[in-house]
């Protein structure tokens, strides 16, 4: 693996909390690698330790083959950030702003690069408009374009499409793709599992500690147990029933219940039985491919 990335025994703390827990991965040059969890996992602190906004209580970072205790300006000047907050100058326009994170860049003859990226995130039309009266599809956009006025080797994207209204999330995830092409590495924190069905590879987070990392495909299939889904008339009182009656780890998404079983045909006429023993109709039922969200939940509830 080309490494671009290398965190080894990464560990930060606010005072008795410890948002990271002697965490250690890498990531590789020209791959989207996503971080996923909860509020509270431990991800922001993550992304903001790796672009050196943060001092670790202890561990070695290396971005870009900079060691980044000793070396935090080289790696800053060749990587983009887009923090989880729209953090650009309301008061000015689409235009100011992209000329004011060249500025702060030492990037010169900058407007060939800022038409480009104005094109490319779509925002030519409103290029003289106040980023205030931005939408907040089109505020991530803009943050994202001065980001990347630099030409940056990596790009930190901290939960970037949180709030964002679903035609918006779907045209950032097009640019993100372009850049791929382009040979950027992205590193990315979501809440969204299906945002990290995206990713090359995802590492799990939960409590500060990674507790799954790997593609998505391999980890969805490293839960071997079979995953059965049931719709039923009073799918409330179905889950109270099953929870109280069986060990079977279960589910609720909306009017749906995934119940994690050990073998299909017996354990699924065992709950049959209970619910029409109880008056609950099911409507409807299915063995299914366990999702990133089925054995995320199933990896915290077992770590906890």
Same mark, same amino acid.
């Given at each position: 693996?080309?490494?671009?990335?290398?965190?080894?025994?990464? /560990?930060? /703390?606010?005072?008795?909390?410890?948002?990271?827990?002697?965490?250690?991965?890498?990531?590789?040059?020209?791959?989207?690698?996503?971080?996923?969890?909860?509020?509270?996992?431990?991800?922001?602190?993550?992304?903001?330790?790796?672009? *050196?906004?943060?001092?670790?209580?202890?561990?070695?970072?290396?971005?870009?083959?900079?060691? !980044?205790?000793?070396?935090?300006?080289?790696?800053?000047?060749?990587?983009?950030?887009?923090?989880?907050?729209?953090?650009?100058?309301?008061?000015?326009?689409?235009?100011?702003?992209?000329?004011?994170?060249?500025?702060?860049?030492?990037?010169?003859?900058?407007?060939?690069?800022?038409?480009?990226?104005?094109?490319?995130?779509?925002?030519?039309?409103?290029?003289?408009?106040?980023?205030?009266?931005? /939408? *907040?599809?089109?505020?991530?956009?803009?943050?994202?374009?001065?980001?990347?006025?630099?030409?940056?080797?990596?790009?930190?994207?901290?939960?970037?499409?949180?709030?964002?209204?679903?035609?918006?999330?779907?045209?950032?995830?097009?640019?993100?793709?372009?850049?791929?092409?382009?040979?950027?590495?992205?590193?990315?924190?979501?809440?969204?599992?299906?945002?990290?069905?995206?990713?090359?590879?995802?590492?799990?987070? /939960?409590?500060?500690?990674?507790?799954?990392?790997?593609?998505?495909?391999?980890?969805?299939?490293?839960?071997?147990?079979?995953?059965?889904?049931?719709?039923?008339?009073?799918?409330?009182?179905?889950?109270?029933?099953?929870?109280?009656?069986?060990?079977?780890?279960?589910?609720?998404? *909306?009017?749906?219940?995934?119940?994690?079983?050990?073998?299909?045909?017996?354990?699924?006429?065992?709950?049959?039985? !209970?619910?029409?023993?109880?008056?609950?109709?099911?409507?409807?039922?299915?063995?299914?491919?366990?999702?990133?969200?089925?054995?995320?939940?199933?990896?915290?509830?077992?770590?906890?």
């Amino acid at each position: 693996m080309n490494k671009i990335i290398d965190i080894k025994n990464l /560990s930060k /703390s606010y005072n008795d909390i410890l948002a990271v827990d002697d965490v250690s991965y890498n990531v590789a040059k020209g791959e989207m690698f996503g971080l996923v969890g909860p509020d509270g996992a431990g991800k922001t602190t993550t992304i903001r330790t790796l672009c *050196g906004l943060l001092i670790t209580d202890s561990g070695e970072i290396e971005v870009l083959g900079y060691n !980044l205790l000793k070396e935090r300006k080289k790696i800053q000047n060749k990587i983009g950030y887009l923090s989880q907050k729209f953090s650009l100058y309301g008061d000015l326009t689409v235009d100011e702003n992209i000329e004011f994170f060249a500025d702060i860049h030492g990037v010169k003859d900058y407007e060939n690069r800022s038409n480009e990226l104005l094109e490319f995130t779509r925002l030519t039309p409103f290029k003289d408009r106040l980023a205030e009266k931005l /939408s *907040g599809g089109m505020k991530q956009k803009l943050a994202l374009a001065c980001s990347l006025i630099h030409k940056p080797q990596i790009i930190f994207l901290d939960e970037p499409t949180t709030g964002v209204d679903p035609v918006s999330r779907r045209d950032f995830w097009k640019i993100l793709s372009n850049l791929l092409k382009e040979g950027i590495t992205i590193f990315m924190s979501t809440p969204y599992l299906d945002e990290a069905e995206r990713c090359n590879r995802v590492a799990l987070m /939960s409590n500060g500690k990674i507790i799954s990392l790997d593609t998505p495909q391999k980890i969805k299939g490293s839960l071997e147990k079979d995953v059965i889904e049931i719709v039923c008339n009073k799918i409330r009182e179905a889950y109270k029933l099953i929870q109280q009656n069986f060990p079977f780890e279960i589910q609720m998404f *909306g009017d749906r219940i995934n119940i994690i079983v050990d073998e299909y045909e017996t354990d699924y006429k065992r709950i049959e039985k !209970l619910l029409n023993d109880n008056s609950i109709e099911i409507l409807n039922h299915r063995l299914i491919t366990p999702s990133l969200e089925n054995v995320f939940i199933h990896l915290v509830q077992e770590a906890n």
